[in-house]
């Protein structure tokens, strides 16, 4: 039997889905996909446990403004995708997102575990795998094109976590296999190229977005990848290729400048495109963001003997401080009945838009234009920042055997995002019992966008030159996108401890346009005096009285680049005793290494007690060198006793010495305690 083209295939499964359009093809166990949808698009994700994470995109409604392209597909794969996929290297090898697959796209691979299977989570699908020490997300959502301005892209995202404790070299790519509706050949538009063989583009010289369509006459769908601008993460590379060379290759694949897009093996033309973001050192508990765009493209066509479509941004930024260049692109196609003579195109700028380059021109020739042909230019334009508001501009076709043609599109400059910082955090700290309060110190920021576009990649970094972070807190934070009059609140837990005095702290916020930074904030911190003191006596009772059992903790507070500390306790053996004697003197929270898997045991030696002196001697204890703690905060010793007799007496701390890292000594004030037994 002869083996058959993938879009052959995809005919008959569509023919024998409406023949049997009343009879289920998949129990809900084993329903393929999993989607969401909106009125332009919709993104399906695979849920069989072969190909299980990968995904497909087609239309719902389409573009509003034409009819025809309802219900079609732009990635190949339908209700199963299986043909596009995601490569993750780590170090030299190649793991593949999602289940593993038994057919030709990335089957040799290596796969993970699944962690999260797809779900759908705020409108969003979200999936999860383990790939060797990397832990990726993907999440399929909406997004505003940068073209049409709707919300009739899907945004690809990935998340690569480093969770190993050693760092690693990551890097992603991302294959998507395209297709117009049943088109599976189109080329690929750049500016003012048509991609009809291989072909790669690198991060120096990427486009914004790229365009394909099959005719302006009869467009049936126009797709678009989008390589800068919004949320999307350029690509160091992008390869456009056959399918069946790029998917052959899980990393590398045969590439040969100037081969059509017939696929690999067989004989359909059938183009993909393989974006690359190169590997990059991924340390310990960092993770790195990888977003692409892809959808329908926004193109005003204009019909005629000479049919024009032009295509830009719906949206520039500018203002006197920041203008925004962007590329304006017209398709030209000779839709009459016979060749068009001397084709010009002349690009007409309202009052508020410039070309880039005074050198350049707004009048294009072409020559001649046979029938079906389809010439396309671009022109680099920036706004003068004089104006805001939504502008017209125009290209006038005109060819001296043929009527002219005057496209026109608008486009809206606004003024760029602009980020307030409202940081906001405590003037003083107070001391309660020997320590700082509040501990940690929280400093909030709240940033709003106040400015008239979008803000995009925003992240926050918090400069605390004399305070250390809290444990799990980090000085860098991602505040993602933040929309005209939209704010985000993000908080910091800072831990002043050994340090004293009027002490400042700021934050820089930084976006895809700027960088902001706000005035220091500055909070007095007290001085507390490192101390070595006899605790409050614990008992479970509300006082100590004869006969009973009660604890004494031996503190030390405050105490800055804490080793070691070695002491003695007196006590008056007429009124106190210690009956188990070392039984009952328990090793002091300083000399316990708590964070850890497991609790491990400091160097401590077990304290010699004589009830007939009331002294116990030879308290000794040694955090180590590498183990000495920045400020110490807890006990040296806990010694049980049991009260005597009623009466006053005394608990005293001889001969105490307390050690630095270095071993050198360390002034603390000593503090005694009177007991009063009942």
């Given at each position: 039997m002869p083996t058959l083209s993938r879009l052959s295939t995809f005919l008959i499964s569509v023919m024998l889905i409406f023949s049997a359009a009343a009879v289920p093809c998949f129990s809900q166990e084993q329903k393929p996909n999993l989607e969401i949808a909106n009125e332009y698009i919709r993104i399906i994700i695979n849920t069989l446990e072969e190909n299980m994470g990968r995904f497909s995109v087609g239309t719902t409604g389409g573009d509003p403004d034409r009819v025809g392209d309802e219900?079609?597909?732009?990635?190949?794969?339908?209700?199963?995708?299986?043909?596009?996929y995601t490569t993750v290297r780590i170090g030299n090898q190649n793991w593949v997102f999602g289940n593993p697959t038994n057919r030709r796209a990335g089957k040799t691979g290596l796969y993970g575990q699944v962690v999260q299977p797809p779900t759908i989570v705020d409108d969003s699908l979200v999936s999860s795998w383990q790939l060797g020490p990397i832990l990726v997300t993907q999440t399929l959502s909406f997004t505003r094109s940068i073209t049409s301005g709707l919300m009739d892209t899907a945004k690809i995202e990935y998340q690569l976590l480093n969770t190993d404790i050693v760092s690693h070299m990551v890097g992603m790519r991302l294959v998507l296999d395209t297709m117009l509706g049943y088109n599976d050949g189109a080329p690929f538009r750049l500016t003012d190229r048509?991609?009809?063989?291989?072909?790669?583009?690198?991060?120096?010289?990427?486009?914004?977005?790229?365009?394909?369509?099959?005719?302006?006459s009869n467009p049936q769908v126009i797709s678009q990848g989008?390589?800068?601008?919004?949320?999307?993460?350029?690509?160091?590379?992008?390869?456009?290729?056959?399918?069946?060379?790029?998917?052959?290759?899980?990393?590398?694949?045969?590439?040969?400048?100037?081969?059509?897009?017939?696929?690999?093996?067989?004989?359909?033309?059938?183009?993909?495109?393989?974006?690359?973001?190169?590997?990059?050192?991924?340390?310990?508990?960092?993770?790195?963001?990888?977003?692409?765009?892809?959808?329908l493209g926004g193109v005003t066509i204009t019909p005629g003997e000479l049919a024009v479509a032009l295509t830009a941004p719906w949206q520039v930024k500018a203002d006197?401080?920041?203008?925004?260049?962007?590329?304006?692109?017209?398709?030209?196609?000779?839709?009459?009945?016979?060749?068009?003579r001397d084709v010009t195109a002349t690009l007409q700028l309202p009052a508020g838009l410039e070309l880039l380059s005074a050198s350049d021109s707004l009048k294009r020739h072409y020559g001649n234009l046979a029938v079906g042909e389809t010439y396309q230019t671009s022109w680099q334009v920036i706004p003068t920042g004089?104006?805001?508001?939504?502008?017209?501009?125009?290209?006038?076709?005109?060819?001296?055997?043929?009527?002219?043609?005057?496209?026109?599109?608008?486009?809206?400059i606004v003024k760029p995002d602009f980020l307030d910082i409202d940081l906001i955090g405590p003037l003083?700290?107070?001391v309660e019992n020997e320590r700082l309060s509040p501990l940690p110190m929280e400093v909030m920021a709240k940033v709003t966008n106040v400015g008239g576009a979008t803000a995009y990649n925003v992240q926050a970094m918090l400069h605390h030159p004399l305070f250390k972070l809290a444990k799990g807190d980090a000085a860098l934070k991602k505040l993602g996108t933040i929309h005209p009059s939209d704010s985000v609140t993000v908080k910091w837990?800072?831990?002043?401890?050994?340090?004293?005095?009027?002490?400042?702290?700021?934050?820089?916020v930084i976006s895809d346009t700027d960088r902001y930074s706000s005035k220091p904030n500055e909070v007095f911190v007290p001085y507390i005096e490192p101390k070595v003191f006899v605790g409050e006596p614990q008992t479970s009772h509300d006082r100590v009285a004869a006969g009973q059992y009660f604890?004494?903790?031996?503190?030390?507070?405050?105490?800055?680049?804490?080793?070691?500390?070695?002491?003695?306790?007196?006590?008056?053996?007429?009124?106190?005793?210690?009956?188990?004697?070392?039984?009952?003197?328990?090793?002091?929270?300083l000399f316990v290494d708590p964070a850890l898997a497991q609790t491990r045991l400091l160097q401590w030696q077990t304290p010699l007690v004589d009830n007939y002196k009331g002294v116990v001697s030879g308290i000794v204890g040694d955090r180590g060198g590498s183990q000495a703690v920045d400020s110490a905060y807890g006990t040296l010793i806990t010694i049980h006793f049991r009260a005597k007799k009623s009466g006053n007496t005394t608990i005293r701390l001889d001969n105490v010495s307390v050690y630095d890292s270095k071993l050198l000594p360390i002034d603390v004030r000593v503090i005694d305690r009177d007991i009063v037994i009942e």
């Open positions: 219900h079609q597909h732009l990635i190949y794969g339908g209700e199963e995708p299986w043909t596009s048509a991609i009809l063989t291989d072909t790669v583009f690198y991060s120096h010289e990427m486009p914004a977005f790229w365009q394909a369509f099959d005719s302006l989008t390589l800068a601008g919004g949320e999307v993460t350029p690509p160091s590379r992008v390869y456009f290729s056959n399918w069946g060379s790029i998917v052959d290759g899980l990393w590398d694949f045969n590439y040969q400048p100037g081969r059509d897009f017939m696929r690999a093996g067989e004989f359909d033309l059938d183009s993909a495109i393989a974006l690359y973001w190169d590997q990059q050192p991924l340390r310990p508990n960092e993770s790195k963001n990888y977003v692409a765009y892809y959808g006197q401080r920041h203008r925004e260049t962007f590329t304006i692109v017209a398709y030209i196609e000779n839709t009459g009945k016979g060749e068009a004089a104006v805001t508001g939504d502008v017209t501009y125009e290209v006038l076709v005109e060819a001296t055997n043929s009527e002219s043609s005057l496209a026109k599109r608008s486009i809206q003083f700290l107070s837990h800072l831990d002043p401890t050994g340090i004293s005095g009027q002490l400042m702290y700021s934050l820089d604890s004494i903790p031996i503190w030390a507070t405050n105490v800055p680049d804490f080793r070691k500390a070695e002491l003695e306790v007196s006590y008056d053996p007429q009124y106190l005793e210690i009956v188990g004697r070392s039984l009952d003197v328990t090793r002091g929270t």
